[in-house]
């Protein structure tokens, strides 16, 4: 995603209503953005429902969207906000059959070490945005969904090896771009 598209999606969406660039803009960040949502969910169905208010919200500003010097940070903080908004809203509602007799056994986190893990994690998203095309389909495949390499060569129709080489591809790009 470049700048110039991203601007050029945006002033016709604030200056023409635009729903077809709207639509492009959606295209070409939903993945991104689904991601985000996900680390800090870890649920698939949040992280859509997240992801798609997210989007209304853009639709709904659009008229002030070319204001936002760094509309891709933007759209970070509002995932960001709008997912830990979301896990509070479904930690207070009540379930069927919760066990109220489990104590919490996780250990408090920092706010230094959340901080920094969300800096990782958004180099890491940059990052991952910035590989060739089949490189992160590859990588995102294996590593975040956890297929096989057979499974993955079979959907692209490509060999085993060559996702292995994708795959060795992607470690080396993305542990350049982030160290």
């Given at each position: 995603?470049?700048?110039?598209?991203?601007?050029?999606?945006?002033?016709?969406?604030?200056?023409?209503?635009?729903?077809?660039?709207?639509?492009?803009?959606?295209?070409?960040?939903?993945?991104?953005?689904?991601?985000?949502?996900?680390?800090?969910?870890?649920?698939?169905?949040?992280?859509?429902?997240?992801?798609?208010?997210?989007?209304?919200?853009?639709?709904?500003?659009?008229?002030?969207?070319?204001?936002?010097?760094?509309?891709?940070?933007?759209?970070?903080?509002?995932?960001?906000?709008?997912?830990?908004?979301?896990?509070?809203?479904?930690?207070?509602?009540?379930?069927?059959?919760?066990?109220?007799?489990?104590?919490?056994?996780?250990?408090?986190?920092?706010?230094?070490?959340?901080?920094?893990?969300e800096e990782l994690f958004a180099r890491y998203v940059k990052a991952l945005d910035r590989l060739p095309e089949r490189c992160r389909e590859v990588f995102i495949r294996i590593r975040e969904e956890k297929q096989t390499y057979a499974q993955v060569a079979e959907e692209f129709?490509?060999?085993?090896?060559?996702?292995?080489?994708?795959?060795?591809?992607?470690?080396?790009?993305?542990?350049?771009?982030?160290?």
């Amino acid at each position: 995603m470049t700048e110039q598209e991203v601007r050029r999606y945006l002033r016709k969406m604030s200056e023409q209503d635009s729903q077809t660039a709207f639509r492009d803009f959606y295209n070409m960040t939903y993945d991104r953005l689904f991601r985000i949502a996900y680390y800090y969910t870890h649920h698939e169905e949040w992280s859509q429902e997240i992801v798609l208010d997210v989007f209304l919200k853009l639709w709904e500003h659009r008229k002030q969207l070319l204001d936002i010097t760094n509309i891709e940070d933007y759209c970070f903080i509002l995932v960001k906000n709008a997912s830990l908004n979301y896990i509070e809203k479904e930690e207070r509602r009540p379930t069927l059959f919760a066990d109220t007799s489990q104590e919490p056994t996780g250990q408090a986190v920092s706010p230094e070490d959340t901080l920094i893990s969300e800096e990782l994690f958004a180099r890491y998203v940059k990052a991952l945005d910035r590989l060739p095309e089949r490189c992160r389909e590859v990588f995102i495949r294996i590593r975040e969904e956890k297929q096989t390499y057979a499974q993955v060569a079979e959907e692209f129709g490509i060999s085993i090896k060559t996702v292995d080489a994708q795959l060795q591809k992607a470690t080396i790009r993305l542990k350049e771009m982030l160290l």
